[in-house]
T-cell receptor, first 115, second 116 residues
C-alpha cells in the first residue's frame, strides 16, 4: 500500500529537549516536505527536499532542521523545542506525473506539545 | 507570493442538501494547480478534487464539483447530496506549476458540519 508514515503520532516534551519526528514514504517519491498546522493559519511549509541531499527552507523554517540521506526518509529535527512549536505536523511527498495528473500524499500527522 | 482566502470559517447544512464553500486566491502566475483537501476528525489530509488552471472545464469527482473562475481567481467547492461523513475541515490550496518547490499554499479552512 502506497503511504507516508510518521512517528511518533503524539509527543509531549519539555522546552529544550531535542527531538526528531520521522517521515518515511514507500512510493519512491523525489519530493518531500514538512508542514505545520496551526488554528486560523492553515498549513505552512517548514522545509522541503527535491531529492537526496537537496533540502531548502520553506516559509517557517526557524527552529527546525531536516536531512535527506535516503530517498524514502525525511526526518524533522527540533534541536531546542520551544512552546511556540506546539503544533500539528505533516509530512508530504510527491513526484510529478504527466501534466494534469498531480497529487501530494500526506502522512497522518504528528501532534507535538512543548511545555 | 501567492495567497489563498477562505472567507467562511464555519458552515453547516442539513444532510442531503447542497453546500458551496468559497475560495479566492491571488497570484501573478498563469500556470498552476488548485486543490480542495478534506480533514476529518482523524486529522488525515485527504485530497477531494484537483483543478489544472489550463483546463477550462470544471473538475468533478462524484458528489464534489468545483466552479473555477480563472479571471476572477475564484475556486469554489460544491458538495451535492451532503452526507454525515462530509463533516470535516476543508482547505483550499494553490500550487505553482513549475519544476521547483512543490509548495502548497493553503487557506485557513472552512469547518463544515452536516446536520442529521
Amino acid at each position: 500500500e502506497a503511504q507516508v508514515t510518521q512517528n511518533p503520532r503524539y509527543l509531549i516534551t519539555v522546552t529544550g529537549k531535542k527531538l526528531t519526528v520521522t517521515c518515511s514514504q514507500n512510493m519512491n517519491h523525489e519530493y518531500m516536505s514538512w508542514y505545520r498546522q496551526d488554528p486560523g493559519l492553515g498549513l505552512r511549509q517548514i522545509y522541503y527536499s527535491m531529492n537526496v541531499e537537496v533540502t531548502d527552507k520553506g516559509d517557517v523554517p526557524e527552529g527546525y532542521k531536516v536531512s535527506r540521506k535516503e530517498k524514502r526518509n525525511f526526518p524533522l529535527i527540533l534541536e531546542s523545542p520551544s512552546p511556540n512549536q506546539t503544533s500539528l505536523y505533516f509530512c508530504a511527498s510527491s513526484f510529478r506525473k504527466n501534466r494534469g495528473s498531480y497529487e501530494q500524499y500526506f502522512g497522518p500527522g504528528t501532534r507535538l506539545t512543548v511545555t | 507570493a501567492q495567497t489563498v482566502t477562505q472567507s467562511q470559517p464555519e458552515m453547516s447544512v442539513q444532510e442531503a442538501e447542497t453546500v458551496t464553500l468559497s475560495c479566492t486566491y491571488d497570484t501573478s502566475e498563469n500556470n498552476y494547480y488548485l486543490f480542495w483537501y478534506k480533514q476529518p476528525p482523524s486529522r488525515q489530509m485527504i485530497l477531494v478534487i484537483r483543478q489544472e488552471a489550463y483546463k477550462q472545464q470544471n473538475a468533478t469527482e462524484n458528489r464534489f464539483s468545483v466552479n473555477f473562475q480563472k479571471a476572477a481567481k475564484s475556486f469554489s467547492l460544491k458538495i451535492s447530496d451532503s452526507q454525515l461523513g462530509d463533516t470535516a475541515m476543508y482547505f483550499c490550496a494553490f500550487m505553482k506549476q513549475y519544476f521547483g518547490n512543490e509548495k502548497l499554499t493553503f487557506g485557513t479552512g472552512t469547518r463544515l458540519t452536516i446536520i442529521p
